[in-house]
T-cell receptor
Framework: GQQLNQSPQSMFIQEGEDVSMNCTSS?????WLWYKQDPGEGPVLLIA?????ELTSNGRLTAQFGITRKDSFLNISASIPSDVGIYFCAGQSGNTGKLIFGQGTTLQVKP | DSGVTQTPKHLITATGQRVTLRCSPR?????VYWYQQSLDQGLQFLIQ???????AKGNILERFSAQQFPDLHSELNLSSLELGDSALYFC??????????????FGEGSWLTVV
C-alpha cells in the first residue's frame, strides 16, 4: 500500500536532548497529522497541520507543514522518558478522511 | 481515552474462520474508518463510512467487509481468515468527511491472531 517516507526509522537519545523527524511524499496533501502510539494502544493525535507553511506547537512539540505540501517535520524539545513511543506522520488529501501513514519513528529516551 | 470504543481487544481464531470486529465512534462523530496495522505493511487504510454509507475504500481484501449501522456503530467482518490476516485492526472516527480541520481519533484496536 501507499506510504509516506518517514525518517529516521529509530532514535535513541539522552533525556533532555531535542529530537527531529520528518516525512516526505511524492504526492500533495491538504493536511498533515502527527500521531504517537504507545505499545498496545491506538495512535494519539499530537498535532494537526492544515495550511502549507503552517508552524504549530503543542507544548514541547513543534510541527511544520512544508511549503510544497509534500513534507512535514516534527520536533520535540527537551525530551523526557515519557516521550518514548512510535511517532507516525500521516497525510490526508481529497474530501475523504483517508490517511496515508509513514512507517513510524521509534523513539527511545535514556534517563 | 479517545472516545472510540472497539471490541474485542484480543481475538485468537483458526484459519478459515470468520470474525466480526465492532466499533463505537465518539459521540457525535458520523464518519468511521477502519485501518489495519501489521509489522510489514504498517498502518493501512481499509475503508471509510459516513452516516451509514461507504465513502472511501483502500486496500481492503474481498474477504473483508464492513458496514455502519443507523446508530453509527460499525462492524468489520473478516472471513476465510489466513495467517497473514493477523494484525491490529483500528477503528477511527471523525465528525465530518475529510475537509480541512477534521480531526480523526483512533480507538485502542482489536488484536487479531490467526493460528
Amino acid at each position: 500500500g501507499q506510504q509516506l517516507n518517514q525518517s529516521p526509522q529509530s532514535m535513541f537519545i539522552q533525556e533532555g536532548e531535542d529530537v527531529s523527524m520528518n516525512c516526505t511524499s511524492s504526492s500533495i496533501f491538504n493536511t498533515w497529522l502527527w500521531y504517537k502510539q504507545d505499545p498496545g494502544e491506538g495512535p494519539v493525535l499530537l498535532i494537526a497541520l492544515y495550511k502549507a507553511g503552517e508552524l504549530t506547537s503543542n507544548g514541547r512539540l513543534t510541527a511544520q507543514f512544508g511549503i510544497t505540501r509534500k513534507d512535514s517535520f516534527l520536533n520535540i524539545s527537551a525530551s523526557i522518558p515519557s516521550d518514548v513511543g512510535i511517532y507516525f506522520c500521516a497525510g490526508q488529501s481529497g474530501n475523504t478522511g483517508k490517511l496515508i501513514f509513514g512507517q513510524g519513528t521509534t523513539l527511545q529516551v535514556k534517563p | 481515552d479517545s472516545g472510540v470504543t472497539q471490541t474485542p481487544k484480543h481475538l485468537i481464531t483458526a484459519t478459515g474462520q470468520r470474525v466480526t470486529l465492532r466499533c463505537s465512534p465518539r459521540s457525535g462523530d458520523l464518519s468511521v474508518y477502519w485501518y489495519q496495522q501489521s509489522l510489514d505493511q504498517g498502518l493501512q487504510f481499509l475503508i471509510q463510512y459516513y452516516n451509514g454509507e461507504e465513502r472511501a475504500k483502500g486496500n481492503i481484501l474481498e474477504r473483508f467487509s464492513a458496514q455502519q449501522f443507523p446508530d453509527l456503530h460499525s462492524e468489520l467482518n473478516l472471513s476465510s481468515l489466513e495467517l497473514g490476516d493477523s494484525a491490529l485492526y483500528f477503528c477511527a472516527s471523525s465528525v465530518a468527511l475529510g475537509r480541512s480541520g477534521n480531526t480523526i481519533y483512533f480507538g485502542e484496536g482489536s488484536w487479531l491472531t490467526v493460528v
